[in-house]
């Protein structure tokens, strides 16, 4: 069973809907920063944003309702993160963001029905901007980016303890 921002996939008596694909990249960004006053360049590396690709087929038959609608909720929900569950725990980054959904491999009855659709997802680590507030100044503070890298920032032991979700967990969230 997997679970992303509201969608499932699971196989139950009412439903039928598993991931088919899953695929996940990890890749290095580097970064060179060249001062034209003649001071040596500077060259930050860190990994780039996970990206995580996966695909399913809804079909009238094994329990998906409305497969146009279907198609139009993931739509909607381009550009939402989420945390994806997949069994009980999270699996990659903590939020990953829907980048795109491709249809694909439809299959119509004569009246235009959907009766079946590939879809695939892109999802990109979502990370949010890190933001703290100078309270030195005299006009109440201000925010402003505090220039950490994210690889030097990472989740406190609690926050990482809470990844790890009971196995009744997502029975309870639907």
Do not use: H
Not at 92 to 104: E, F, K, W
Request: glycine share 8%; with cysteine.
């Amino acid at each position: 069973m997997a679970y992303w921002n509201g969608m499932v996939w699971e196989c139950s008596p009412s439903a039928i809907t598993y991931l088919e694909s899953l695929s996940t990249s990890y890749s290095m960004k580097t970064d060179t920063n060249a001062d034209k006053e003649g001071n040596a360049p500077t060259e930050q590396i860190a990994l780039s944003e996970e990206e995580i690709s996966l695909s399913t087929t809804y079909r009238i038959e094994t329990g998906t309702g409305n497969i146009k609608e279907m198609i139009g909720q993931w739509k909607a929900m381009i550009g939402q993160a989420a945390p994806l569950i997949i069994g009980s725990e999270v699996f990659g980054p903590d939020n990953v963001q829907l980048q795109s959904v491709s249809v694909g491999n439809v299959s119509m009855r004569p009246d235009g029905t959907f009766t079946a659709v590939a879809l695939s997802f892109k999802f990109k680590e979502f990370r949010e901007e890190v933001v703290e507030v100078d309270n030195s100044s005299g006009s109440g503070g201000s925010a402003k980016n505090t220039g950490s890298s994210a690889v030097s920032v990472r989740a406190s032991k609690t926050e990482r303890a809470a990844r790890k979700r009971p196995m009744g967990y997502l029975k309870n969230e639907l």
